[in-house]
């Protein structure tokens, strides 16, 4: 038998019954709510007479449907006022543990999980959306998981899955000037698809994902379901450790040592194999920007639209003509240029502090374009508070941004938080669905820097022409 990978060895170590046929049975560490899906399965097993089988392994926050006004109470939105009064009630009877609103611990539940020490190397965590993919940049099992697994979780500790198989990629070199996470795996998304991932847990290596700060891995990790990956990992290492060490829930003392000690038998074996192997050189990618309806419809900022008549299949030729009309865009032109009348920085692709740190710096000493709307949502409480310390706020309000409260705002528009009806948007979030930031909404994805370059000039641009 050869080598176990990353995957291989967490996936083991969590199997409570082998089912045949490639599923198991695995035990659940860490369970993780939002306000969209907390309150139903909640109601959904007391409806059922079970009891919550692990209060403790449970943490819940209001990101999706809570407003983001700077003077928000819970009831500006009154849905998400609805859902997260439930939600305090089911916490309090149930025992689980709730961060509500101007608590530490409120914030996107895939900026809050890594932030506070609650998804840990070697874990198994799940949360009923699918960005739980996150959280595999700290060497986790991490996805995100339907209804009716919400309430198996919640009832048992424990989830049938199908053991998907292995895939790696590889990013090797080192990245020119401008070039950040979101670009490397915006790239990659464009190099092999939106479906490529399907069915395999992706695991993120070379020397570049080494290189890589950990909120930077969180970012690649998270656009693994836009690769059509559950799951995307990064093996744990003194970068990993530096981050968690002194966090909320992470282990203490004796144990952090011997948390510690485990973690670090946890990397693939050298002699481990992948089904399918992937690799990139870093020196290559250049900031990326999307044109279409798919994170894969993606260039080089100083590309041309592709023209859908050059494509060879017929079905992606429609596709590709389908989504440059949705996004109002021409074959053939240049993207650098196109006027844009929103930029949001936000989500749990982009709303850490080092995505705010890297949008400040580009922000500071200019002015958001005339015209133009442009907000900075932080990812959570204690981003928001880091980054006011640091007076990054007062970058981004001196330049014309709002400067907001912690959730996912714009990026899906469940709190009523839209971009209108044919409005182009730049936005640091990993979905440019058709209708995702709102009915007709134009979105392109781009990194915190490309985002900010767009707010300060009024239209797409090259950040590395601002010049500093
Ligand atoms: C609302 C939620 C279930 C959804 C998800 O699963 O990802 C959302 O977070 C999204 O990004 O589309
Ligand atoms: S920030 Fe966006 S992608 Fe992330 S969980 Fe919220 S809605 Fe989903």
Redesign the pocket.
């Known amino acids: 038998m050869g080598g176990q990978t990353l995957f291989d060895k967490i996936w083991a170590q969590h199997v409570v019954a082998d089912l045949g046929n490639g599923t198991a049975l695995l035990h659940i560490d860490r369970h993780i709510m939002h306000d969209l899906g907390g309150p139903r399965g909640l109601a959904d097993i007391e409806a059922k007479g079970y009891r919550v089988r692990n209060p403790e392994l449970v943490f819940a926050t209001p990101?999706?449907a809570v407003s983001s006004a700077p003077d928000r109470t819970e009831d500006t939105n009154p849905i998400g006022g609805k859902f997260l009064r439930e939600l305090r009630q089911q916490a309090a009877r149930t025992g689980i543990r709730l961060f509500d609103l101007g608590q530490e611990g409120q914030g996107?539940?895939?900026v809050v999980g890594p932030e506070m020490g609650i998804s840990l190397p070697g874990a198994t965590i799940v949360c009923g959306?699918s960005?739980t993919c996150t959280h595999g940049g700290l060497g986790a099992l991490a996805f995100g998981i339907g209804s009716s697994e919400l309430t198996h979780v919640l009832a048992t500790q424990t989830l049938v899955q199908r053991k998907p198989r292995r895939m790696r990629v590889r990013f090797e070199g080192a990245p020119q000037p401008g070039v950040t996470p979101k670009d490397l795996i915006l790239f990659l998304i464009g190099c092999i698809g939106a479906a490529a991932g399907t069915g395999f847990a992706v695991e993120y290596a070379g020397s570049a994902i080494r290189a890589l700060p950990l909120e930077g891995r969180l970012t690649i990790c998270n656009l693994s379901i836009e690769l059509g990956a559950k799951m995307g990992l990064i093996a744990p290492d003194d970068t990993t450790y530096a981050y968690l060490q002194g966090r909320p829930f992470a282990p203490r003392d004796a144990q952090w040592d011997r948390a510690v000690a485990f973690w670090r038998t946890l990397p693939g074996d050298a002699d481990a194999t992948f089904d399918v192997e992937h690799e990139i050189d870093v020196a290559a990618v250049a900031p990326q920007i999307t044109w279409g309806t798919s994170p894969q419809d993606v260039i080089a900022i100083g590309d041309r639209i592709p023209d859908p008549d050059k494509a060879a299949d017929p079905d992606r030729r429609k596709a590709m003509a389908a989504a440059l009309d949705y996004m109002g865009l021409q074959p053939g032109e240049a993207i650098e240029g196109t006027k844009v009348d929103w930029v949001f920085i936000g989500?749990?692709t982009n709303s850490r502090l080092s995505d705010l740190r890297a949008a400040a710096a580009v922000a500071r000493g200019r002015k958001v374009a005339a015209g133009v709307n442009a907000w900075v949502v932080p990812g959570s409480e204690i981003v928001r508070r880091e980054a006011e310390r640091e007076g990054l706020h007062t970058v981004f309000r001196d330049a014309g941004f709002e400067w907001r409260q912690p959730g996912?705002s714009m990026?899906?528009a469940?709190n009523g938080e839209q971009v209108p009806p044919k409005a182009r948007s730049v936005s640091t979030?990993?979905?440019n669905f058709v209708g995702r930031q709102g009915p007709l909404a134009r979105t392109h994805l781009a990194s915190p820097a490309m985002a900010v370059a767009a707010a300060v000039t009024g239209a797409i641009a090259d950040v590395r022409k601002l010049g500093a």
Do not use: L, P, Q
Request: proline content about 0%; hydrophobic content about 25%.
């Open positions: 990101d999706h996107i539940v895939h959306d960005h989500s749990c996912c990026c899906v469940a979030s990993n979905r």
